[in-house]
């Protein structure tokens, strides 16, 4: 079962999530494939700033499309990587093979050479959240542990994970998941404990219980010097709570997503100094304004020597920049799922954001967020 995505198309099957949901029927209807909403930051699809159209039935554009062309603000990819902080690979799959029945990757490696080469996608950092005790996991992250093998299956990227439980899946948490985990946590592409924290939005988990489990996962992380990705939304007091009092100072902090307030964002970026919020596409939906505002505030205030302290990130399959039909000038319809060589269109709407509110001559472009950005997963995660 665990070459279910690794394998040839001939040989996919699918595996049933412990709750019942089935994930990844890669060879079923596509009425019979759903995702979990824990994939992501779990905010509701925002409306893009552009309409759809009147047609109700979306058509899925021919996935050539999925193919980018180079970001007009940095034609030369080299000039400034892609250092994707926060990706769901496997379940990006699952949605490129539910939309694309007939699809031509026939594997997660061949979807990656090609949407990713010659794009300048140089390291992905790929979330594993559910509670589970799925090995496959195991299986991807092995194939990434020769520079051969990742020249060869990766097309050279750099291949990344974290692991935790996210909060919507905090009452199925259990002591072989830990343990599982902890496992996880010393392969050595492993780079932190996440995505973990609490959701009041959803409550798919009781608070009580996501309060527990997320300091649980902060007790183990924080005795393994490990990194933490943070998911937080609608729970600014309790998130604040529950890190101040169980996380050094100076402890490595993605806030994954960042779409709560810019007052929030502030406190912890003042208390915690290596914590980093995390910029997806949905900073460029119209729906969103709390995720501007906070580059807005850092731009303003920062000097040379105290950048943007942003990661960017995709949140893959999910939040598709907005911006970027702009470059698809051909393109029918939108396309069915994101992926890292997207990032440049995040990081055109942040310099754009930025450069609004920063002291004349910060010169804030694409190219500059980038750079800023990739140093900081670096920081964060030293990918
Ligand atoms: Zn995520």
Redesign the pocket.
Known sequence: MTRNLLGPITTLGCFRHRTGDIRMHILQSAAAISFSRS???ALPRPAPHRKMGKNKKSSVPPEEHLLLPQHPGRPNPASAPIVDT?T?LLSTYSFYRSKYKAGKYETVYELVRALYEGRGVEAIVD?Y?EATEDNTWQEVADSALTEEDRREKWGGLEYWFVMGVHPHEAKDYTDAIERKIIEAMSHPRCVGWG?MGLDYHYDNSPREVQQNVFIRQLKHAVRLGKPLTI?TREAEEDSERILKEHVPKDHRIHI??YTDSPEWAARMLEHFPNLYIGITGVITYSTNVNTSEVIRRMAASSGAETPLRILLET?APFMTPSNIYDSLKGLKGRLPHSHSAMIPWTAEFVAGVADEAAPEGAGWDTLKVMRESRDNAKRMYGV
């Open positions: 994939y992501c930051c926060h769901h979330v959240c995505e998911h994954h997503c949140d």
